[in-house]
Nanobody, 116 residues
């Protein structure tokens, strides 16, 4: 259902854009988001985008990361600027859909490594 890509190795202060391609119109989901998991740490929420267009960000990425979507492309994005070594993690995209029952969809992660 979801495929995340765009990760890579970047120097501190650099930028990357992650993409999450969905098999259906991304505007159909009640919410979509990006999560990340660093080695030895729990998965954490990075950013969330609601169907109505509302956004919320982890304090650690506010002002640096921007979540967005393009419905016509069935794709959600995470623009990451001013990257720091502590942003190094596997990034996962998530989609939440309520039909008769709520369903969470997860894409395979994409590795982001920020060198100092």
């Amino acid at each position: 259902q979801l495929q995340a890509y765009g990760g890579g190795l970047v120097q501190s202060g650099g930028s990357l854009r992650l993409s999450c391609a969905a098999s259906i119109n991304v505007g159909s989901f009640n919410a979509m988001g990006w999560y990340r998991q660093a080695p030895g740490k729990q998965r954490e929420l990075v950013a969330i985008l609601t169907r109505a267009g509302g956004t919320n960000y982890a304090d650690s990425v506010k002002g640096r990361f921007t979540i967005s979507r393009v419905n016509a492309e069935n794709t959600m994005y995470l623009q990451m600027n001013s990257l720091k070594p502590e942003d190094t993690a596997v990034y996962y995209c998530n989609a939440y859909l309520i039909t008769t029952t709520p369903v969470n969809y997860w894409g395979k992660g994409t590795q982001v490594t920020v060198s100092s």
